[in-house]
């Protein structure tokens, strides 16, 4: 995926008809939808929907099975595409944090900045300090993950995403794994990294985020979008049984 290909008037990401198996098991069932620049879209649904499958065939962590997949203009469904380069422009943060345990906060936010980006150390840390200061974590900088509660993990876990200096981030329910008192740091960030333009693809249980940080609301059951609008309208006044239903449990 060189420089010159991108196109810059293409939404962020362009999905057509995507189906993905796992064996027999069919699990997404034909996805359509896009996600403009700047945009924030939260994916909602039951256990099992597909959420995280169509999260992960964004960033080729998983094969669709058939359908095409376009980021920034660029179809990554392609057997051709530059794996690494697609992924070094998304930025994925995930329910369990996967910080590297054995390396400390800063080293967790230098090493891909140095293997995968070729930054020299001096640059990498400076990014990294601006991207600490962020999340509000600055002065833990020497800690070891283990130190660090759910909370602050996940906040450095984004910290260290966005120190790629990603174009786009992906979020697999970020704040499912931590006690309830921890969770609003990890939402705060999110928040403000919304308001900063970036674009955001979030699968949450978090309504009261989606309703208000998110652009677009999508509900998928059984592998398909059964609805998606505006989070207002969506979260209010929902037009499918299953929708009321789903809503009807976490609201
Ligand atoms: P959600 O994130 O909405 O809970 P998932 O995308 O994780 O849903 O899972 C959708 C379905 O795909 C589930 O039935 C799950 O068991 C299945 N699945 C997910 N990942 C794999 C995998 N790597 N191998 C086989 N089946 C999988
Ligand atoms: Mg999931």
Known sequence: MSEITLDKNAPAIDVQQLHKYFGENQVLKGIDFHVDRGQVVCVIG??????????RCVNLLEQPTEGKIFVEGIEITD???????LRSRIGMVFQQFNLFP?????DNLTI?????????KGEAVEIARKNLEKVGLAHREDAYPAHLSGGQQQRIAIA???SMEPDMMLFDEPTSALDPELVGDVLQVMKDLATEGMTMMVVTHEMGFAREVGD???FMDG???VEEGLPTEVLGN????RTQLFLSKVL
Request: glycine share 6%; charged share 20%; no cysteine.
């Open 46 to 55: 039951p256990s099992g929907s597909g959420k995280s499958t169509l999260l």
């Open 79 to 85: 057997p051709d595409v530059n794996v690494d380069a």
């Open 102 to 106: 054995h390396l400390t906060v800063l």
């Open 112 to 120: 891909s900045q140095v293997k995968v980006k070729k930054r020299n």
């Open 160 to 162: 260290r995403a966005l």
């Open 216 to 218: 677009n609301l999508v």
């Open 223 to 225: 592998g398909v979008i």
């Open 238 to 241: 929902p037009q499918h049984e």
